[in-house]
């Protein structure tokens, strides 16, 4: 039976053709109003500051007013003590109370980029708004996520926390992400703006030197998809982009965000970003340096207190107008009107406890897993591994609840993890399978003493599983590694279990792609999990068991060596492309160009054949819309979601273009021998460049289009772009 599918739900549809926010409220507007001609400038200032729990935040200042928004106030208890102080402060203001919560309050969902395996932003906008509904029941009402850098260099240990390398793909899950952070309750702030994803050699805080183009082609999008699904707040990188630091960049702050975007929300600082702008060689008086990014566009002062220590000089000495900080303030009263921050009533301590962990929210965490799980190689049908008698589970990393949870944990709590030794004993035990499990070194595998113990329990195994990886304290933030490969002695590990003749099924646990080619070539079937959260090893034992065939897809390239870094399947074309026979052409001479998996590769434990690729139509306008269909077939024996992707060559341009680009993705669910026609659409108007001006422009000519399960698809159709060229100036829809 063949049926057509849509390529985007309803639901989907609307994240990616949504509009510039609202316009104003006036009775909001008129409210602040009201409020700003009351305030004294210590009161406006304190609207412009957010301070930490511990010792840079008193709660009497938070009463007077000096103090309007914290951060890392966690749970209902801390939340409400200090929305009481704010109470009583003579304008009643609330506070917004802002914690780092990127994929999970005490519910930890897998970490982002894991989620972007799934390739599906409704299933990531179902989980952003189940982690703020558990998150806001604690009092926070901010979260400074989510995190929408593109992050093409896996040595660059904050690719955790984004959707991978591909803009179409990240501007998606951006908008999904803001849309269920808000509809959950919380207050969002996408970061960090703008290019924090490329520093230098992939090192955390580092510069980065990009073309004008590449910055609107390829960092850009994200964020204007977050601003657009609406987005209350931006934080500002760190870094400096092309020698300015991005907190100081008011072509940035306000000619890109307000001005070519019409952002309405407020821009606050990262944690301490005014005081280290001496670092970058601004002028160290910090007066001069809270001078420069007010300007610039940072409306908020975060942990450094100088917006609170210095204005009120700078304001008595006219170097900085009371007007501009009204202006400020307007920003900040209006995300906290709009978003109802002063009708929210405080849940009792007892009541937001017990709330935690509901199994809907359980539930969704292993479906999310289920769908980001990724199967990148399966030799001889290794996976699943029903039918054997005795498995052995060797690993630290699969006993070790931190470990699962990745960076940025928030308030997970060790003893609600299901770690994968414990999924995989308990299925194991109802398959009636023998199970084992060997440490064999620990989480770092510094040393080879366990290595003997896990080799004899090996030999006495039918199946080998080796959960290897990276443990959280080298993934995330101010983690960058020269080779991100398997740490410690995790490689000669595996060799040793390799080397029994046994089955081994590796799974990767780790926040980014691992450079692994010797396991690649040798194990049996290779998987990475992420970091799998609290719930997540439920899927992986599924998958491992056969009770569910793996679906997710990498938003990442994996290399084979850290010389390829940094390396994407969307890289410009070259006048001698690669030719294994031909030396003078774009190659390697010690080591294969290619990667060792390609962006979009993942496996099914069942097998997808893909026919009958139709465009209907062959000729349409530069602003137009055509679409593409092809039937999927389940080849196989076993029920399988493919995850069908579309992508895009423009064939003839004035600039030099990617020798391909994502442009349409579908999931299609197929029981075995079934055959479905999957539809995706391509809006032309998306298929176009900017030039060194900001210029957008679709030029008219020859487009081919390929049609497959990664980035490699190879079944292809071809149109014309007929008609003008579409031009539209810097910002312009």
Not at 151 to 172: K, T
Not at 654 to 679: C, I
């Amino acid at each position: 039976m063949t049926r057509t599918l849509s390529a985007v739900s309803a639901a989907v549809a609307a994240l990616v053709a949504v509009a510039l926010p609202a316009a104003a409220d006036p009775a909001i507007e008129a409210r602040i109003d009201a409020l700003i001609a009351r305030m004294t400038l210590a009161e406006k200032i304190g609207q412009l500051t957010v301070e930490s729990h511990g010792p840079f935040g008193t709660r009497e200042r938070i009463a007077t007013g000096e103090i309007g928004n914290v951060i890392n106030y966690a749970n209902a208890g801390e939340t409400g003590d200090v929305q009481a102080e704010a109470a009583k402060s003579r304008l009643g203001i609330p506070l917004l109370t802002g914690l780092d919560v990127l994929h999970g309050y005490r519910t930890l969902f897998m970490v982002p980029l894991g989620q972007a395996a799934s390739f599906d932003p409704e299933l990531n906008r179902r989980a952003a708004e189940a982690i703020a509904r558990e998150t806001t029941l604690q009092g926070v009402n901010w979260t400074y996520a989510p995190m929408v850098d593109i992050g093409r260099d896996p040595r660059w240990g904050r690719v955790v926390e984004g959707a991978g390398e591909d803009p179409w793909l990240a501007a998606r899950m951006a908008a999904a992400r803001v849309t269920g952070y808000r509809a959950g309750g919380l207050v969002v702030t996408p970061k960090h703006f703008v290019g924090y994803g490329a520093p230098a050699a992939g090192l955390d805080y580092a510069p980065a030197d990009m073309s004008e183009a590449t910055l609107r082609d390829v960092y850009l999008p994200p964020f204007r998809a977050a601003v657009e699904a609406g987005a209350q707040a931006i934080m500002p990188a760190l870094s400096a982009l092309n020698g300015i630091p991005a907190s100081v960049d008011s072509r940035l702050l306000t000619g890109i965000l307000r001005g070519e975007w019409g952002f309405r929300g407020f821009v606050v600082s990262d944690w301490g970003a005014i005081d280290q702008l001496g670092n970058h060689g601004i002028d160290p008086d910090r007066a001069v340096m809270a001078r420069k990014t007010f300007a610039a566009g940072v409306d908020m002062d975060m942990a450094s207190g100088t917006y609170r220590t210095r204005f009120p000089e700078e304001v008595a000495a006219g170097r900085v107008s009371e007007a501009a900080i009204d202006a400020a303030v307007r920003r900040v009263l209006r995300v906290k009107f709009e978003a109802g921050l002063d009708t929210r009533k405080p849940i009792p301590w007892k009541e937001a406890e017990a709330a935690m962990l509901a199994p809907a929210t359980r539930d969704l965490a292993v479906e999310v897993a289920r769908r980001s799980i990724v199967l990148l190689e399966n030799r001889r049908e290794t996976v699943p591994i029903e039918g054997r008698r005795k498995v052995l589970l060797v690993g630290a990393l699969a006993d070790i609840a931190r470990e699962h949870v990745g960076p940025h944990a928030a308030q997970y709590r060790e003893q609600d993890v299901v770690t994968i030794r414990r999924a995989l004993a308990e299925r194991a035990a109802r398959a009636g399978i023998a199970f084992d499990f060997q440490a064999g070194c620990d989480a770092f595998c510094t040393d080879e003493r366990g290595f003997g113990a896990a080799v004899k329990a090996a030999r006495a195994a039918d199946v080998i599983v080796a959960v290897l990886g990276e443990p959280g304290d080298i993934a995330g933030e101010a983690a960058s590694r020269a080779d991100p490969n398997l740490p410690g002695r995790q490689q000669a590990l595996l060799e040793r279990l390799v080397a029994t003749g046994k089955p081994v099924v590796l799974v990767v646990m780790a926040g980014r792609p691992l450079i692994v080619p010797w396991a690649a070539e040798h194990v049996s079937a290779l998987l990475t999990t992420w970091y799998p959260g609290t719930y997540g090893s439920r899927a992986l034992a599924e998958i491992l068991f056969g009770d569910t065939a793996p679906s997710g897809r990498l938003p990442m390239t994996w290399p084979r060596h850290p010389g390829q870094i940094p390396i994407t399947y969307d890289r410009l074309r070259s006048g001698r492309p690669a030719e294994r026979d031909q030396k003078f052409t774009s190659k390697y001479v010690d080591v294969d160009w290619k990667p060792q998996f390609a962006f979009g590769h993942g496996l099914s434990t069942t097998r997808f054949a893909y026919d009958g690729l139709r465009l209907d139509r062959t000729e349409v306008a530069t602003d137009g819309r055509l679409t593409a269909t092809v039937t999927v077939t389940n080849a196989g024996r076993r029920a399988g979601r493919e995850v069908v992707q579309l992508y895009v060559r423009d064939v003839q341009s004035s600039r030099v273009r990617p020798d391909r680009q994502l442009k349409g993705v579908a999931s299609v669910d197929l029981a075995p021998g079934e055959a479905k026609t999957v539809s995706i659409p391509i809006d032309v108007a998306d298929l176009g460049f900017h030039d060194e001006t900001g210029t957008y422009r679709v030029e008219a000519g020859r487009f081919e289009v390929f049609v497959g399960g990664s980035s490699e698809a190879t079944l292809s159709a071809a149109f014309t772009a007929t008609g003008p060229d579409l031009v539209r100036p810097p910002g312009g829809r």
